[in-house]
Nanobody, 123 residues
């Protein structure tokens, strides 16, 4: 049974930083893609960032230049470093794993999801 466990959310002032972590367990992972999505109250879940073995990381325009996704393959862990946070970044952040080494910006194409971690940015 694959599990994704997220950590690192919290409350931060605008302009601050947070680092989210997501650890995958439950099977041996070889070629896979990990992404971060977010969902603000009253809005649909949206893509934030993706890390995949076939190419460079990709980001939504709204976070580009402020967020950095990285992966520690030995630990099966993906990170999302979030800098220069804005109130509009407030959302529940979900990590997701896709059992494929091709990138995807679409949450329906991911196979496993974490439970979500709340990020709140105050103005």
């Amino acid at each position: 049974q694959v599990q994704l466990v997220e950590s690192g959310g919290g409350l931060v002032q605008a302009g601050g930083s947070l680092r989210l972590s997501c650890a995958a367990s439950g099977r041996t992972f070889r070629s896979y893609t990990m992404g971060w999505f977010r969902q603000a109250p009253g809005k649909e879940r949206e893509f934030a960032a993706v890390n995949w073995s076939g190419g460079r990381p990709a980001y939504a325009d709204s976070v580009k230049g402020r967020f950095t996704i990285s992966r520690d393959g030995a630990k099966n862990t993906v990170y999302l470093q979030m800098n220069s946070l804005k109130p509009e970044d407030t959302a529940v952040y979900y990590c997701a794993l896709r059992l494929s080494d091709s990138s995807s910006y679409t949450f329906e194409e991911y196979d496993y999801w974490g439970q979500g971690t709340q990020v709140t940015v105050s103005s």
